[in-house]
């Protein structure tokens, strides 16, 4: 029997006056996955986490997340979700170790257990020795740590992480991310980042949705949506130097072929899809091009993401 | 209900409050001016400063204005005697009650606003807690400094007054039965006001000074009765307390059920 889905949506639709937020997005994530929202600012994505952790209802359509209503269950819900809010939300004028004391008291964790868990998180997470302090005197980085500990307290089955990695230094920002792979892997938690960060969204994220305007406009592996999307792939082809100018005639003959010389003196050519590769080095070999090598460069969540925008030109 | 929940949220509120000196400040230097500086300068004046006949005419025109049951109260008090007792006990009645208000609607005006425009709230709307259990604990954390900052600035009125009027009166006369009535039925109706309005203004506002300056005008009828008191209009006697606290009570009662049925989730979030 396949479990059941940790989220479901179906039909999800949400009205702020005469704006609409989201609009009939259907979705489902599974059992430890990392699930992924990339969308430009507005697209819908925080505006989803909050209807899927009952902070929010929709106008219309139905969701279910670990089995729960969001709006009937939420504080069920809420004690077996962690969340953190794309700002750190954290009580300046309190110390660290008191901000996490006082979410340890809502999310009911045992009074016994709630300073050894702070400890280990403030050791997880750098913080160690600073947890006197008030948090008005952190950086941005620190700040942002301690906000990434506070959804963790209570060990929750599902975590949203809004920009998980905004605001930290490389070193900070690995280990969040490695962080995030155990807490899926090990520990098969499921895990949900709203990101604009493409690159680590490819890294981290099993599967992503793109939203656009409130609507999902792709959903898949980054592989899948590659393959689907990314309709401008580039190869790399290596040809003796003395037929470059030769190569690059026959190919920029070829409808929607653009063949440039890459810095590395090999050929680089955009616009061949997948399908279009046999025919390609077929018209090379009949113009009596010696081939070496054709790799083909998989296009990029990030290009991906930018073509589903309408914007690759920009960056190609 | 969570009662662990709502006590953090009171314990972590009251915190937040008294580790900010803009907030902190008024709620020490008010009571402080109010139940301290101006008993023993009014007492001192009315023990030791000379006293004009023009003064004691206008005294005289107040006392006939008074109720009966007032000037049985106050008869047989010598001139200075008079002028003391009308001075601390019954003029400065009124006072007392701005005590109560502004510890309330300070407090409430930065747990509620405050963690707003801290950009708190969103992390705490995320949690398992209620909206009721919210609510619950943000009233706590304003009722009970409230209430008790109260009830201690009138222990100190009570020493201080006694004291200076020492003197004059050679015998402990305060308080008496209009003041305790005061104290422990109407403070309490006007912290419960203070707060209601707070919570009221706080959903509709985003900032800790907004919600302040809106909450501010509880103080209106307070200042009223002050002038009411002083122009011979009205007095406060024992009944008249227990009346002016049960208004208080229903005002109160009514402004915090609306306070609390606006008090939702997604209102809340909307003007994050």
Known sequence: MTPEPVIQTTGLVRHFGDLTALNHLTFEVNHGEVFGFLGHNGAGKTTTIRILNGVLAPSEGSVRVLGLDPIADGPALRLRTGVLTENPSLDERLTARENLEFYAE??????????????????????????????????????QRLALARPLLHNPELIYLDEPTSGLDPVAALHVRQLITRLSIEEGRTIVICTHNLVEAQRLCHRVAVLEQGELIALGTPAELARKFGHRQRLEIEVDADQRDHTLAILNKMKGITATLGEDQHVSVLGAA??????????????????????????????????????????? | ???????????KDITVVFRHRAVLMPLI????????????????????????????????????????????????????QLFFVLMLVYLFAPMYLFVPVMVANVIAADSFAGEKERKTMEALLHSPVTAREMLIGKVLSALIPAIGVSLASFILYSIIVNAVGWPLMGRIFFPNVMWLVLVLWVAPAVSCLGLGVSVLVSTRVSTFQ?????????????????????????????????VLGAILWLIAGGVLYFGSRAFQRERLLSQL
């Open chain 1, 106 to 143: 809502l999310n009911e964790i045992p009074r016994d257990k709630v300073q050894s868990r702070i400890d280990q998180l403030l050791a997880d997470f750098e913080l160690t020795g600073r947890d006197r302090e008030k948090v008005g005197g952190f950086s941005k980085g620190m700040k």
């Open chain 1, 274 to 316: 997948h399908d279009r590769i046999p025919d390609l080095v077929k018209s090379l070999t009949d113009g009596a091009v010696r081939i070496y090598c054709v790799t083909p460069a998989e296009p990029s969540l990030e290009e991906v993401y930018l073509a589903l925008h309408g914007e690759q030109e920009e960056i190609l």
């Open chain 2, 210 to 242: 907004e919600a302040y300056q809106m909450g501010g005008l509880v103080v209106l009828p307070i200042v009223a009765l002050m002038l009411g008191q002083v122009s011979g209009v009205l007095f406060l006697s024992p009944v008249f307390a227990v």
């Open chain 2, 1 to 11: 209900m969570n009662w662990r929940a709502i006590r953090a949220i009171a314990r």
């Open chain 2, 29 to 80: 230097i008010v009571p402080i001016i109010l139940q301290v500086i101006f008993p023993i300068g009014f007492g001192a004046a009315a023990v030791y400063a000379p006293i004009q006949s023009s003064d004691m005419q206008d005294l005289s025109q107040m006392l006939a204005t008074m109720p009966p049951s007032l000037q049985n109260e106050l008869a047989g008090l010598n001139d200075r």
